[in-house]
Each structure stands twice: as C-alpha cells, then as structure tokens.
C-alpha cells in the first residue's frame, strides 16, 4: 500500500517536472545563435553612464524566423564582474540566469528587414562593471528562440567597460560650491577687515 502510494506520488511529481521543462523554461543551450550583434563599444572602451551611447545593430543569419516576433537587446555581465556576486550568477536555466538583467530595448521583429539598430544612451544607475550585448528573439509568447552576442562563447572577446560619473560630478560641485562659499566670505571678510582698517586709520 505505502509503496503503491509513494510510487503514484513519485510519477506525479515526474509529471510536474516533464511538464515544467517543456512549458516552464528555456535553457540557453537549447538557442541556436541566429543573430549576428554588433556594437559601437570597441574591446575596452570605458563608458560613462549617463553620458556614452552604445550603437547596437544585429542581422538575422539563420533559416527559420517564422516564429521570431520580438528582439530584445540587453547588457550582460562579463565573468570578471560576476566573479563573487552571486546575485549575477549565469545559469543555463533562462529564468534563473542573471547574467543579463538590463534590457536595452524590445522591438517587433520585422521578416522584411531581418535587421535593427538601436542607440542607447548608457543610463545613469547602470552599475559600474564589464559588459556585453546580447540580443534574444523571442515568439509570439515571449519564448526566446534564438540569440546573437558581441562577445565569443566564452565571453571573453570584445568586452567594455562602464564607469560611474555622477560621484566625481557631486564631489566637483560641492567642490565648486565650497569654493564659491570660501570666496565670498573671505572677500566679506576682505571688505570688514578694510572698513575696520579704514575707520581705524
Ligand atoms: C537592414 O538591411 C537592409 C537590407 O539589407 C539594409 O539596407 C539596412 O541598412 C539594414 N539596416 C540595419 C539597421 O542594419
Ligand atoms: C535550432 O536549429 C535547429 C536546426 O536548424 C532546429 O531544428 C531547432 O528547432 C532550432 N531550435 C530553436 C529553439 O529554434
């Protein structure tokens, strides 16, 4: 009886599991890479956040995009800044992967054109660190199909770098502001000393 039991409970969870795989999730090694991506970031280009642009471009190369309605662009982790950040962990299993958590941009996928382009201004609260673009297509129900990167399968080709900029630009303002401040008091000062001086005198 308990056998019979833990055996029916066995082939359910089976079942939850098969139909996990198959309507749950996407592996990423199960994409083919059908986009060829290319960027304005150069290997090693420092970008300012808030400042750069990035040109993205990508090309479809494969031989079926019957079922390609979408193209999302995203910014991807390099290894070197996942490197002890859990929380940035690649995973093979699409909807735990981490390694690319900003999307650029979502845009229809034309079958006419099969190519797009994007310029994106490096937004302000990107986190300092090394990148990539990744481009998915995905389907009419946001499965992603296919992919393109501008790095090698490795990641470790034609990598770029963004840094911050907002921090300088504070300490330079308060800089500047403390410096005005200074300014005016000592020449408030300059003009009382003189008064002073001058009644004095
Ligand atoms: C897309 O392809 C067309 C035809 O090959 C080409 O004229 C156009 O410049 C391409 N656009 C982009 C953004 O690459
Ligand atoms: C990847 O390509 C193969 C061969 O062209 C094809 O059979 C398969 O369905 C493709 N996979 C996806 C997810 O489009």
């Given at each position: 009886m308990a056998g019979r039991r833990i055996m029916l409970e066995l082939v359910s969870l089976l079942v939850i599991c098969i139909s996990q795989t198959s309507h749950g999730f996407t592996l990423?090694?199960?994409?083919?890479?059908t986009l060829a991506v290319d960027s304005?970031?150069?290997?090693?280009q420092v970008l300012k956040a808030g400042e750069d642009t990035i040109t993205v471009t990508w090309a479809y190369k494969g031989t079926?995009?019957?079922?390609?309605k979408t193209v999302e662009i995203h910014l991807c982790y390099a290894p070197i800044s996942q490197k002890d950040r859990g929380w940035r962990r690649t995973a093979d299993n699409l909807e735990k992967d981490?390694?690319?958590?900003?999307?650029?941009v979502a845009s229809p996928y034309s079958p006419s054109s099969r190519n797009g382009s994007f310029v994106w201004l490096?937004?302000?609260?990107?986190?300092?660190a090394t990148y990539f673009i990744r481009a998915y297509a995905l389907d009419a129900g946001s499965h992603r199909l296919g992919y393109g990167q501008t790095t090698d399968d490795e990641k470790a080709t034609n990598l770029f770098e963004v840094v911050a900029v907002t921090g300088r630009h504070a300490s330079l303002a308060i800089a500047s502001a403390c410096f005005s401040a200074f300014s005016v008091v000592s020449f408030a000062g300059l003009l009382a000393a003189e008064k002073i001086g001058g009644k004095t005198m």
């Amino acid at each position: 009886m308990a056998g019979r039991r833990i055996m029916l409970e066995l082939v359910s969870l089976l079942v939850i599991c098969i139909s996990q795989t198959s309507h749950g999730f996407t592996l990423f090694s199960s994409l083919n890479r059908t986009l060829a991506v290319d960027s304005s970031a150069t290997a090693g280009q420092v970008l300012k956040a808030g400042e750069d642009t990035i040109t993205v471009t990508w090309a479809y190369k494969g031989t079926d995009d019957s079922s390609y309605k979408t193209v999302e662009i995203h910014l991807c982790y390099a290894p070197i800044s996942q490197k002890d950040r859990g929380w940035r962990r690649t995973a093979d299993n699409l909807e735990k992967d981490k390694t690319c958590p900003l999307l650029v941009v979502a845009s229809p996928y034309s079958p006419s054109s099969r190519n797009g382009s994007f310029v994106w201004l490096v937004e302000e609260d990107v986190p300092p660190a090394t990148y990539f673009i990744r481009a998915y297509a995905l389907d009419a129900g946001s499965h992603r199909l296919g992919y393109g990167q501008t790095t090698d399968d490795e990641k470790a080709t034609n990598l770029f770098e963004v840094v911050a900029v907002t921090g300088r630009h504070a300490s330079l303002a308060i800089a500047s502001a403390c410096f005005s401040a200074f300014s005016v008091v000592s020449f408030a000062g300059l003009l009382a000393a003189e008064k002073i001086g001058g009644k004095t005198m």
